[in-house]
């Protein structure tokens, strides 16, 4: 861990559980509070915080684990363009890899003969570049560089998952939708709490691949 990196690592992490931080490592009651409501961890001091990310390397490990997301991810972009493939760049947030929620998208898209890969595999090909609206959250920041990456390839379309009626998905919404329109791209949207069946996803999706055919 370098000096920069040291000095801006915050104080608290976005976790499902207080318990399994990092690959299954138990903190103590006395290490962290625990926001229930937010699903953050918050650390007591800045030192311990410091000290727990360099000796279990967790920076390290994320890049490494990011590094083989996007090396995946290029295989099957190399695959999709030798197959003459449409590829899909499908972005939602952390939770929406779960199947409980995401209904099985990923897998019902795959099958109209379409790659899929995340915002990860794109959104760090692009220069940074101003946006209309606050961009200071990571996740944002890649599904708008992932989207400024779509909207030069011809051969590329996003997807948005979102759900729960998020508010500020209403902002990342159209900020995502001005990115691709500039450039004459299509923007999808699927909400993922309205789905009840894969029916009228599927008819979503069938009629932008018929768009695309025609265009």
């Given at each position: 861990?370098?000096s920069?990196?040291?000095?801006?690592?915050?104080?608290?992490?976005?976790v499902?559980?207080?318990?399994?931080?990092?690959?299954?490592?138990?903190l103590?009651?006395?290490d962290?509070?625990?926001d229930?409501?937010?699903?953050?961890?918050?650390?007591?001091?800045?030192?311990?915080?410091h000290?727990?990310?360099?000796k279990?390397?967790?920076?390290?490990?994320?890049e490494?684990?990011?590094?083989?997301?996007?090396?995946?991810?290029?295989d099957?972009?190399?695959r999709?363009?030798?197959?003459?493939?449409?590829?899909?760049?499908?972005?939602?947030?952390p939770?929406?890899a779960?199947?409980?929620?995401?209904?099985?998208?990923?897998?019902?898209?795959?099958?109209?003969?379409?790659?899929?890969?995340?915002?990860?595999v794109?959104?760090?090909?692009?220069?940074k570049?101003p946006?209309?609206?606050?961009?200071?959250?990571?996740?944002?920041?890649?599904?708008?560089?992932?989207?400024?990456?779509v909207?030069?390839?011809?051969?590329?379309?996003?997807?948005?998952?979102v759900?729960?009626?998020?508010?500020?998905?209403?902002i990342?919404?159209?900020?995502?939708?001005?990115?691709?329109?500039?450039?004459?791209?299509?923007y999808?949207?699927?909400?993922i709490?309205?789905?009840t069946?894969?029916?009228?996803?599927?008819?979503?999706?069938?009629?932008?691949?018929?768009?695309?055919?025609?265009s």
């Amino acid at each position: 861990m370098n000096s920069k990196q040291f000095e801006t690592a915050k104080m608290c992490l976005k976790v499902v559980t207080p318990i399994n931080i990092a690959d299954g490592i138990v903190l103590g009651a006395k290490d962290y509070l625990y926001d229930s409501r937010r699903q953050k961890v918050f650390f007591l001091n800045l030192h311990q915080w410091h000290m727990f990310i360099y000796k279990h390397m967790l920076l390290e490990k994320y890049e490494s684990y990011l590094a083989k997301i996007r090396t995946y991810g290029e295989d099957i972009i190399k695959r999709a363009e030798k197959e003459n493939k449409p590829i899909f760049v499908l972005c939602g947030r952390p939770y929406h890899a779960d199947p409980e929620i995401n209904h099985g998208i990923d897998r019902m898209i795959a099958s109209f003969n379409v790659a899929i890969i995340s915002e990860d595999v794109v959104s760090n090909k692009v220069d940074k570049f101003p946006t209309t609206v606050l961009n200071q959250w990571t996740y944002h920041s890649r599904l708008y560089s992932a989207a400024r990456y779509v909207s030069t390839k011809s051969n590329m379309n996003l997807v948005q998952l979102v759900s729960f009626g998020c508010g500020v998905d209403a902002i990342t919404t159209d900020e995502v939708r001005g990115i691709l329109e500039q450039k004459g791209k299509i923007y999808t949207q699927i909400k993922i709490d309205e789905i009840t069946n894969l029916g009228a996803v599927k008819i979503r999706i069938r009629s932008l691949l018929a768009t695309l055919d025609e265009s």
